[in-house]
């Protein structure tokens, strides 16, 4: 597959995960829905890191430290969200 056609397959995804996001967000604001919102949102990560950044020919370790960035921050709004409403 051409690098070209590889990032429009990555751009697709990302406005189809965009519109979902902003489809749950109409849904309601529930404690469910905010959870689907959140993990739309690391998906995205994975995809902006392994697609448009390329490294998913880098080594493990930037691949986990950027994944695992998206992860640490859906979790402390999750938190924060189960903690303050």
């Not at 189809?16 to 990560?45: E, F, H, N, P, R």
């Not at 640490?72 to 409403?85: D, Q």
Request: glycine residues 4%; charged residues 10%.
């Amino acid at each position: 597959m051409s690098a070209s056609r590889f990032l429009l397959i990555c751009w697709a995804a990302l406005a189809t995960l965009s519109v979902c996001t902003v489809l749950l967000a109409q849904v309601g604001a529930t404690w469910l829905l905010s959870m689907a919102i959140l993990l739309v949102a690391v998906g995205k990560a994975w995809l902006i890191a392994d697609g448009f950044m390329e490294l998913r020919h880098a080594p493990r370790l930037w691949r986990r430290l950027m994944v695992s960035w998206a992860l640490v921050l859906a979790t402390v709004v999750g938190l924060t969200l189960i903690l303050f409403r």
